[in-house]
């Protein structure tokens, strides 16, 4: 039973931070790839950043610069450290998992968890 629990969304103001927590369990987490991706309405949900199962960083260019994903494997958490918040970052924030066995890749959702951003 994999399960990904997101914390940490809420109301803000622009120019402000917030730090986003995803709790994985049910999965070796430090062989996963793991990333944050968000969905604004009327929009495609998007990659915002992620570690892939090679440890290679990614980020959404709207956020390079401003937004920095971090792993704690002691933890089992994974994190989105979000500066200068911008009106237009207003979205859900989910948080995403993959892992590959025996050929197979599996992915897999956390429940979202909303963040405003107020001019």
């Known amino acids: 039973q994999v399960q990904l629990v997101e914390s940490g969304g809420g109301l803000v103001q622009a120019g402000g931070s917030l730090r986003l927590s995803c709790a994985a369990s049910?999965?070796?987490?430090?062989?996963?790839?793991m990333a944050w991706y968000r969905q604004a309405p009327g929009k495609q949900r998007e990659l915002v950043a992620g570690?892939?199962?090679?440890?290679?960083?990614n980020y959404a260019d709207s956020v390079k610069g401003r937004f920095t994903i971090s792993r704690d494997n002691a933890k089992n958490t994974v994190y989105l450290q979000m500066n200068t918040l911008r009106p237009e970052d207003t979205a859900v924030y989910y948080c995403?998992?993959?892992?590959?066995?025996?050929?197979?890749?599996?992915?897999?959702w956390g429940q979202g968890t909303q963040v405003t951003v107020s001019s």
């Open positions: 570690f892939t199962r090679g440890g290679t960083t």
């Open positions: 995403y998992a993959n892992t590959l066995r025996d050929g197979i890749l599996s992915q897999y």
């Open positions: 049910g999965i070796i987490f430090s062989s996963a790839g």
